[in-house]
Structures are given as C-alpha cells and as structure tokens.
C-alpha cells in the first residue's frame, strides 16, 4: 500500500522560510511525478510545483515561481519542498502527491501538512 507521509508545515511570519518533506514508501509501480499541492480555506485544491521523477524537470504554478523550489532525493523516494519569501496567501494545508507511470494521474495523497502565514 502507497503511503505519502508530509511534514515541515508550521507557522512563520511573512517573508520568512519553511522546507516541506514527503518521503513515499509501498510503492509498486514507476513513478512518473511527484507534485505539491495546497488547499486554503473555502478554496479548491491547487497545484503548486511538480518534478518529474526520472528527467527531474520541475514545473510551477505563477503564484510561487521564484520562490518555492521543488526537489527530489531518489534514494529517499522524498520530494521537498523549499518555500521562501513566504506571503500570507501561502496558508493552507500542502499535500503532496503521486503520479504512476500507468496514469500519469495523481492517484495518491499524503495526508497533508499545515503552513500559516503571518503578516
């Protein structure tokens, strides 16, 4: 069973940093991404970043491009995720996912971590 297990969230002030983990495990088929993804209050869930697992090709949304970087460590099956320059409009729970190479879907969450930002 694929299990995505998050954390790194916390509070901080504005323009400050934090560094997501999510580290998989159970897996039984390639990876095509990993990807993190936020969801703040009374809003849908967002793309944020993802990398792809093989070429590490990285992809953001607009709202965090130059600030947030997407990494991975292959042997550590773990995604990170570095948010600097942090803004209260980051705040919301970032989940990561994964993407098979069978789908190329994100069929798989963590549980998610809290960021909050204060101004």
């Known amino acids: 069973q694929v299990q995505l297990v998050e954390s790194g969230g916390g509070l901080v002030q504005a323009g400050g940093s934090l560094r997501l983990s999510c580290a998989a495990s159970?897996?039984?088929?390639?990876?095509?991404?990993m990807g993190w993804f936020r969801q703040a209050p009374g809003k849908e869930r967002e793309f944020v970043a993802r990398i792809r697992w093989i070429s590490g090709t990285t992809y953001y949304a607009d709202s965090v491009k130059g600030r947030f970087t997407i990494s991975k460590d292959n042997a550590k099956n773990t995604v990170y995720l570095q948010m600097n320059s942090l803004k209260p409009e980051d705040t919301a729970v970032y989940y990561c996912?994964?993407?098979?190479?069978?789908?190329?879907?994100?069929?798989?969450w963590g549980q998610g971590t809290q960021v909050t930002v204060s101004s």
């Open positions: 996912g994964i993407a098979p190479e069978y789908s190329k879907s994100y069929n798989y």
């Open positions: 159970g897996r039984t088929f390639s990876t095509y991404a």
